[in-house]
């Protein structure tokens, strides 16, 4: 049994090595071969002479070029690296699997007949104050949104998943990611397995460490372009690819009314308009103190909420007026991804 596993990355020099290490530190089949293939953005800090260090400690790690930087380039760049095996694993530079993620994954395969991918259980890690914030906001479901497989408390079928194993056979069925989609290139892969009669499973006895965004600022930008990207996919398929994508854009629709709503309504209606919001700002103020001891943490998982909310709906709002009123392709500013 042959396995690849396929690390993009750029600029990881914080964690490239604890995730190569964890990839090595899993149990496997007494049959398995693993090699293990860096596919490095041409990073300008140190993660490449970590990996090249690595190498002499893992005979069976490489490290492969990818002079274009983007996500879906390294994707593929990995799996072709790899040729033709059994199963392809992609991990993110910045996720650390669990001992018993690939064992456990290559065990659903063949317990469950139909899947045609795995991921497992996100744990989400800090490193700074800002981290700690959006690490709790976002494992909720207030934050990500219900049936999101970041919130998912036991094993079962989902529509996407973060650090998947695939067999190989089904790139050969469906074709590689998507190149053109710097965003959201797992969300159009996983649309396609499931359009093409295959299953995704959420295992929740397998996890990943992920380390999140410790600033505000990449936390917007991140989530803009998620929404941004999630619409060039629906254009491209088009289909709504999942329905909780449209409660984002929809929120930010209704805040931009209340303006016109306090200005032009009657008082009765513009506080029957202005109640959802309201009730939007308990929530979030709820979910603050069960998830922090302290008045300014509350406050601060709160605001993260609404980060987390209108940088996507605005994202995709701009995506609607870009690719279906204007018809553009994506603009290179969104191409720039949020590291």
Request: net charge positive; proline share 3%.
């Given at each position: 049994?042959?396995?690849?596993?396929?690390?993009?990355?750029?600029?990881?020099?914080?964690?490239?090595?604890?995730?190569?290490?964890?990839?090595?530190?899993?149990?496997?089949?007494?049959?398995?071969?693993?090699?293990?293939?860096?596919?490095?953005?041409?990073?300008?800090?140190?993660?490449?002479?970590?990996?090249?260090?690595?190498?002499?400690?893992?005979?069976?790690?490489?490290?492969?070029?990818?002079?274009?930087?983007?996500?879906?380039?390294?994707?593929?760049?990995?799996?072709?690296?790899?040729?033709?095996?059994?199963?392809?694993?992609?991990?993110?530079?910045?996720?650390?699997?669990?001992?018993?993620?690939?064992?456990?994954?290559?065990?659903?395969?063949?317990?469950?007949?139909?899947?045609?991918?795995?991921?497992?259980?996100?744990?989400?890690?800090?490193?700074?104050?800002?981290?700690?914030?959006?690490?709790?906001?976002?494992?909720?479901?207030?934050?990500?949104?219900?049936?999101?497989?970041?919130?998912?408390?036991?094993?079962?079928?989902?529509?996407?998943?973060?650090?998947?194993?695939?067999?190989?056979?089904?790139?050969?069925?469906?074709?590689?990611?998507?190149?053109?989609?710097?965003?959201?290139?797992?969300?159009?892969?996983?649309?396609?397995?499931e359009q093409a009669g295959g299953k995704i499973y959420y295992e929740h006895r397998i996890s990943l460490k992920y380390y999140v965004?410790?600033?505000?600022?990449?936390?917007?930008?991140?989530?803009?372009?998620?929404?941004?990207?999630?619409?060039?996919?629906?254009?491209?398929?088009?289909?709504?690819?999942?329905?909780?994508?449209?409660?984002?854009?929809?929120?930010?629709?209704?805040?931009?009314?209340?303006?016109?709503?306090?200005?032009?309504?009657?008082?009765?209606?513009?506080?029957?308009?202005?109640?959802?919001?309201?009730?939007?700002?308990?929530?979030?103020?709820?979910?603050?103190?069960?998830?922090?001891?302290?008045?300014?943490?509350?406050?601060?998982?709160?605001?993260?909420?609404?980060?987390?909310?209108?940088?996507?709906?605005?994202?995709?709002?701009?995506?609607?007026?870009?690719?279906?009123?204007?018809?553009?392709?994506?603009?290179?500013?969104?191409?720039?991804?949020?590291?």
């Open positions: 049994m042959k396995i690849s596993v396929v690390i993009p990355c750029r600029n990881e020099e914080a964690y490239i090595q604890e995730c190569v290490d964890a990839i090595y530190a899993c149990d496997l089949p007494a049959n398995a071969e693993m090699n293990v293939f860096v596919v490095d953005g041409m990073s300008d800090d140190s993660t490449r002479s970590i990996v090249e260090t690595l190498k002499g400690k893992y005979s069976s790690l490489s490290l492969v070029d990818n002079v274009k930087q983007l996500t879906p380039f390294a994707f593929n760049l990995g799996i072709y690296a790899g040729g033709k095996v059994d199963y392809v694993q992609i991990v993110g530079a910045r996720h650390i699997l669990s001992k018993n993620y690939l064992s456990r994954c290559l065990e659903i395969f063949d317990e469950k007949k139909g899947v045609w991918c795995v991921g497992g259980n996100i744990i989400n890690e800090y490193v700074n104050e800002t981290g700690e914030i959006v690490s709790k906001a976002m494992s909720t479901a207030f934050g990500m949104g219900l049936g999101n497989f970041r919130t998912l408390e036991k094993s079962g079928y989902t529509d996407t998943v973060t650090s998947p194993m695939y067999p190989y056979w089904v790139f050969e069925k469906i074709g590689f990611f998507d190149e053109e989609l710097i965003r959201n290139q797992d969300d159009d892969f996983n649309f396609r397995v965004r410790g600033n505000f600022k990449g936390l917007w930008r991140q989530f803009f372009q998620y929404g941004y990207w999630k619409v060039y996919v629906n254009r491209k398929h088009k289909a709504v690819t999942t329905w909780r994508q449209l409660v984002p854009p929809l929120f930010v629709l209704y805040c931009l009314g209340i303006p016109f709503a306090v200005r032009l309504m009657d008082d009765e209606l513009a506080m029957a308009y202005v109640i959802p919001f309201t009730i939007y700002l308990v929530i979030g103020l709820v979910m603050g103190v069960q998830q922090s001891k302290n008045s300014y943490g509350i406050w601060q998982i709160a605001w993260t909420y609404i980060i987390l909310h209108l940088s996507y709906g605005f994202g995709y709002w701009k995506g609607i007026f870009h690719f279906f009123i204007l018809r553009k392709k994506p603009s290179d500013k969104q191409k720039q991804l949020s590291r």
